[in-house]
């Protein structure tokens, strides 16, 4: 069946506020933009995307994350679509999720992570991209999103401590891994319409604050 999120995927929307954005996939020529977005944060949120220290991206890294397949690898961005003015992008957020090996027994898991421009908190764009990442995911057979998250303050702390009994998590080393079973959600969906239920939404939600990895800890 014909994809909705293919190469030519163009999704117009405003945010809260009424600042216009754009949503499409990633491309290789996303390569600048996703540098200027990462010199842009702050070293605290460097390091709750990364979980590690780090000054910048070497351009394998950024091949890595823009040069994708949108299959086993997928990756989502949102632009303001009036840039800055001068003809340049400003980008806003990103969504993404990789695959993960098959286990036999498993259901089909992909590590996933949204992110979103400190300007734009508040605004809706987190849980935009969360609906599309979830109906895209669903598409290309996903039936399951792993998302690690960073437990180094107290309401991260509580978030995790109120997961349903049915939701797979562990600790180690300050990090909770959790597993979550892919909502339905339309790939359509407006993005008024409430989050799926569950604690799902809420740690993405957190997560797109800056408690989240940025998946690529080992890039190939």
Known sequence: MPR????????????????????????????????????????????????VPKQRLSDDELRYLTDVDHETHFALGAVREDGDGRGNPIGLGIARFIRLPDRPGEPPTAEAAIAVAD???????????????CA?????????????????NASMQALVGSLAMDTHHHVEAGVTTIDF???????DAPAAAPPPP????????????????WLFRNPR
């Not at 929307?13 to 600048?32: H, K, N, W, Y």
């Not at 300007?119 to 990442?133: A, D, M, N, S, T």
């Not at 939404?201 to 797109?208: E, K, L, M, S």
Request: net charge positive; aromatic share 10%; with cysteine.
């Open 198 to 213: 569950g604690p799902m939404y809420r740690v993405f939600r957190a997560a797109a604050e800056n408690a989240v990895g």
């Open 119 to 133: 300007e734009v908190h508040g605004q809706g764009l987190g849980k935009l991209l969360f609906l599309r990442l």
């Open 181 to 187: 079973a892919l909502p339905g959600v339309a790939p």
């Open 136 to 152: 895209a995911a669903a598409e290309r057979g996903i039936e399951r999103f792993r998302c690690e998250v960073l437990c180094s």
């Open 4 to 51: 909705f999120f293919s190469s030519d995927y163009v999704e117009r929307a405003s945010l809260r506020d009424g600042t216009p954005i754009v949503l499409r996939l990633l491309a290789p020529e996303d390569a600048a933009l996703l540098r200027r977005g990462f010199d842009a944060l702050s070293p605290e949120s460097r390091y709750a995307r990364f979980l």
